[in-house]
């Protein structure tokens, strides 16, 4: 394979990125070509569920600070899916493990606690490199937050190299587990005009709620939440949070909210509320960018519910769209910006800046595991 290092630093190299996140839905993987700067060709993508034996076993590591052997035999498996997925999409691609320069690896959040300088991401990058003969960049968050930031959101970068032809100020809303946004003004290349924070929950408390109240993890197309009536009374308790008025850049833990709030509710009118509540953050998200944006572009499962979206276009005063509407992949896209921030770690660019994670100035980060 292509060595890593200074070999890549002078042309564009292809790149794999591989998604799992905050999300339990399952794993999303992408194939660039790139020089981690203004160069993104998307070469393919695949998404596969979790199967449902790991995604239960996974939902249970959720919230644990310490290793024990069920967290050790989970991360061994669900890495080993990964791999698997790897394997498929250069299948599919016509592509080798000899053609790709590097894998960025996010792996599968448990514990976000950035206060504390802290945040777990499940995952093997040692075992992910031996099994596909691929180098790997992972533990991508530990430099920021060792060096003052939020360690997240870290999408930003390849939010601003795909949007650099576009009409400005744009937002990229990605709505997973959790919502951020990344507002990318005039001149991306300037720090002032790049700002990302996390808006609070996407649909992981929809999902909760769901799960809890029907068997099923997922609103289907936002039916129950377009049946019910928004309790208003909860929905306010909600966002009294503090977390709302607190100044970015920020970002969140999936289980820094729970379902508590619309107990009692019925099932319908507990997926209106916390989608809502879900629609009423963004909101609230907007009134702390630095200009309007023109236009709302919207990734993550969230584009796919049609109640939440109608929801986001009342509420904010501009077009709000899915990123498929410019061409853009929302199934791929955060994989996507995994592949390019590998490429940007190997190069020692930036991964992060002041106005994206509030680290004190711009920081490249991530760690290389041989194949």
């Given at each position: 394979m292509t060595?890593t290092?200074?070999?890549i630093?002078?042309?564009p190299?292809?790149?794999l ?18 020089d981690g700067e ?5 070469l393919?993508?695949?998404t ?6 790991l ?5 249970g ?5 310490a ?7 989970v ?13 498929d999409?250069?299948s599919?691609?016509?592509?080798t493990a000899?053609?790709?320069?590097a894998?960025?690896f996010h ?16 995952g ?13 960049v ?9 060096a ?5 959101p870290?999408a930003?970068a390849?939010h601003?190299a795909?949007a ?12 997973g587990g959790v919502?951020?946004?990344?507002w990318?003004?005039e ?7 790049l700002?990302a924070?996390?808006?609070?929950p996407?649909n ?11 068997g099923k993890g ?5 039916r ?11 929905l ?8 709302f ?6 970002s969140?833990?999936?289980d820094?909210f729970d379902?508590?709030a619309?107990?009692?509710l019925?099932?319908?009118?507990g ?10 953050a963004v ?5 702390l960018?630095?200009?309007?944006p023109v ?15 109608k ?11 899915p990123?498929?509407d ?5 199934d791929?896209l955060e994989?996507?910006?995994?592949a ?7 190069r020692?660019?930036?991964l992060?800046?002041?106005g994206?994670t509030?680290v004190?100035?711009?920081?490249t980060?991530?760690r290389?595991f041989?194949?």
């Amino acid at each position: 394979m292509t060595s890593t290092g200074t070999a890549i630093l002078d042309k564009p190299v292809l790149a794999l990125g591989l998604m799992s996140g905050t999300s339990l839905d399952g794993i999303d993987a992408a194939l660039l070509e790139t020089d981690g700067e203004g160069l993104v060709t998307p070469l393919g993508a695949l998404t596969v569920p979790y199967e449902a034996g790991l995604r239960e076993r996974l939902r249970g590591c959720l919230g644990r600070e310490a290793r024990d052997p069920e967290t050790d035999l989970v991360e061994k498996d669900m890495t080993l899916a990964h791999a698997a997925l790897v394997e498929d999409l250069l299948s599919a691609s016509g592509r080798t493990a000899a053609d790709v320069c590097a894998i960025g690896f996010h792996g599968h959040t448990l514990l976000h606690r950035p206060e504390r300088q802290w945040t777990w991401q499940l995952g093997d990058a040692a075992l992910l490199a031996s099994r596909t003969g691929i180098d790997v960049v992972g533990d991508i968050r530990k430099a920021d937050l060792e060096a003052g930031g939020q360690g997240a959101p870290l999408a930003p970068a390849f939010h601003a190299a795909m949007a650099a032809s576009m009409e400005k100020p744009v937002a990229v809303l990605n709505l997973g587990g959790v919502g951020n946004v990344t507002w990318v003004g005039e001149d991306a290349g300037d720090d002032r005009a790049l700002v990302a924070f996390d808006t609070g929950p996407g649909n992981a408390l929809i999902d909760d709620w769901m799960r809890r109240m029907t068997g099923k993890g997922v609103d289907k197309d936002g039916r129950s939440a377009a049946a019910g009536t928004v309790d208003q009374a909860a929905l306010a308790a909600l966002l009294a949070h503090p977390y709302f008025d607190a100044p970015p850049p920020k970002s969140l833990d999936r289980d820094d909210f729970d379902v508590q709030a619309v107990d009692g509710l019925a099932v319908e009118d507990g997926a209106a509320t916390l989608t809502a509540f879900t629609v009423g953050a963004v909101a609230r998200a907007a009134s702390l960018l630095p200009e309007p944006p023109v236009r709302w572009l919207v990734t993550g499962g969230g584009r796919h519910n049609p109640t939440m979206m109608k929801m986001l276009s009342d509420a904010l005063s501009v077009p709000v769209m899915p990123v498929e509407d410019i061409g853009w992949d929302g199934d791929a896209l955060e994989a996507q910006a995994f592949a390019y921030l590998a490429v940007r770690s190997l190069r020692g660019l930036p991964l992060s800046w002041p106005g994206t994670t509030g680290v004190p100035q711009p920081q490249t980060g991530g760690r290389v595991f041989t194949a």
